[in-house]
């Protein structure tokens, strides 16, 4: 708000009053939606020029014909509660699976990786375990993975981060498959977890349902093949397919400054076909590929869709989930990375892009609001569940209510990231955020209402979605 009026030299007040005659009750540092602004600058005779869409539409993908799809193969990330074995399992398949020809295992790390099984087929990993990493990329509006494994060792239960990694896949849409882990361990029983899920509505096919899963242990490689298979099998049923021959796009993983080499980025190829000498821009940075390599190390000189490789020539680090495009015209590369840059330090004109409460009355009133997705966290299971059925029984026929995460315990980073990819509300029930979680609700303007009254809870969702929330200040 008060942006606005310094940009448009009108005092401060005359814009909070525009925005009230609109309805909404707003503060000077209130960020404002790209339909608000466009309606309150009108108002005073200015029209809004949103230069971050601009941009992104300049560059936005080409339709491809069907005949020029080709299959690719499925790009994993592996998720599960800590300890349970993920980073065995990605270690054992990365040890393990060496290309046909190829000598030696995969010796670097530059955050995913190729494999390829015994018939051919290929599965491409994303080497950072865990439903952190891959919400966070979510967050940044980056949808990389096509399949989760979700692992579980079968000595334990099912633990609470095993409950959110399911959450963060089912809100992503993305199958899993699950890996009951630790089998070789005396104390293992995979049935248990099996039971476990289940009685989540999770049935996997050993107890007569459609979900994927297979005993394996890590350690010791039991399992790891059938556990690929059918992750091509589940592959096949999504019929992935890209088009090879486009100028390639896809997503970067990660990227790091290296002393002698420069800047190195581990990007994944998603369509197209990458070469060195292309022109690519990721995020803000740009430049011409120098060199690419796979994850052994080789030196390769185009790399197809679902294929992970590190480049070296841009001009500075991108960041995990930064889409890259490639251009023709290197100009007009430089001037779209030359503009990224002024919109990240400017940061003024920004389009909201996460919902609160408050703004769900007015979408909804704009029709262009199908569904109100929500995470619960609360102090007892019975809180929790009592509010899951009260928020779910609000559905209407316009507007359905999804909990898309609920569980006991305080606020989190990772539902705080969930919520912020999956545009969602957070209702914590007696628990307050944890750790970092406020401050990056902040940073990523995510909604977090704290109740310790049921009813109240009820009351103001209710009130949201009639659009007559009384705004909090
Ligand atoms: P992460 O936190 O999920 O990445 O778990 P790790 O892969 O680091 O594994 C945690 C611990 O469990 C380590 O000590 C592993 O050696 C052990 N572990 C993992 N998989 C297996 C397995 O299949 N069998 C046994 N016995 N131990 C395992």
């Known amino acids: 708000v008060s942006d606005l009026s310094t940009m448009m030299d009108v005092p401060v007040n005359q814009v909070i009053g525009a925005c009230m005659s609109l309805g909404m009750m707003v503060t000077m540092n209130q960020r404002l939606d790209a339909e608000t602004m466009s309606i309150v600058a009108e108002e005073f005779g200015y029209e809004v020029e949103f230069v971050n869409a601009d941009i992104e ?20 990330t592996v998720m599960g509660h800590v300890d349970h ?4 399992l990605l270690d054992y398949i990365r040890e393990e699976n060496v290309i046909a020809g190829e000598s030696g ?22 080497d950072t375990p865990g439903h952190e990493a891959f919400t966070a990329m979510r967050a940044r509006g980056a949808q990389v993975t096509d399949i989760a494994i979700i692992v579980a060792a079968a000595d334990d239960d099912i633990m609470p981060q095993t409950k959110e990694a399911i959450s963060h896949a089912q809100a992503a849409g993305v199958p ?16 248990k977890i099996k039971e476990g899920l289940a009685q989540m509505n999770l049935l996997v096919e050993d107890w007569g349902g459609k979900i994927q899963s297979h005993d394996i242990s890590a350690k010791f490689g039991t399992g790891v093949k059938e556990l690929l298979e059918k992750v091509l099998l589940e592959a096949e049923l999504l019929d992935l397919k890209a088009n090879p021959d486009k100028p390639a796009t896809g997503t970067v993983v990660e990227a790091y400054l290296d002393k002698g080499r420069g800047y190195v980025s581990t990007i994944l ?33 185009e790399a197809g869709p679902s294929t992970p490789v590190s480049i070296l020539g841009l001009d500075g680090a991108p960041q995990a989930g930064d889409k890259f495009n490639v251009f023709e015209d ?10 990224r840059t002024q919109l990240q330090r400017e940061q003024s004109v920004r389009t909201q892009k996460t919902l609160s409460l408050d703004e769900i009355g007015r979408r909804i009133a704009l029709g262009d609001f199908k569904e109100l997705n929500l995470i619960l966290k609360g102090d007892v299971d019975g809180s929790v569940e009592a509010l899951t059925d009260s928020f779910q029984k609000l559905s209407t026929e316009e507007i359905q209510v ?25 209702i914590g029930f007696n628990v307050r955020p944890q750790g970092n979680a406020k401050a990056i609700a ?14 109240d809870a009820i009351n103001d969702l209710k009130d949201a979605m009639e659009g007559m929330l009384s705004p909090v200040f």
């Open 57 to 76: 539409e300049s560059i936005a993908e080409t339709v491809d014909n069907e005949e020029d799809l080709e299959p690719r193969a499925p790009i994993v």
């Open 105 to 126: 295992g995969i010796t670097q790390h530059i955050g995913a990786y190729g494999v390829q099984l015994d018939n051919g087929q290929k599965i491409a990993f994303l």
């Open 330 to 339: 290197e100009r007009e590369a430089k001037s779209i990375a030359a503009k």
């Open 442 to 455: 902040e940073q990523e303007e995510v909604d977090i209402r704290s109740y310790s009254i049921i009813y």
């Open 176 to 191: 899993i498959v699950f890996a009951i882990n630790k089998i070789d361990k005396p104390t293992a029983n995979p049935d």
């Open 269 to 301: 190829v998603q369509a197209g076909t990458l070469r060195v000498g292309d022109y690519v821009l990721a995020g803000p940075r740009h430049g011409k590929v120098k060199a690419m390599q796979d994850e052994r190390g080789n030196d390769v000189t």
């Open 402 to 426: 999804n909990i898309i995460h609920k569980a006991v315990g305080a606020i989190t980073e990772s539902d705080v990231l969930l919520a912020s990819a999956s545009d969602a509300i957070i």
């Open 85 to 88: 074995g993920k980073t065995s």
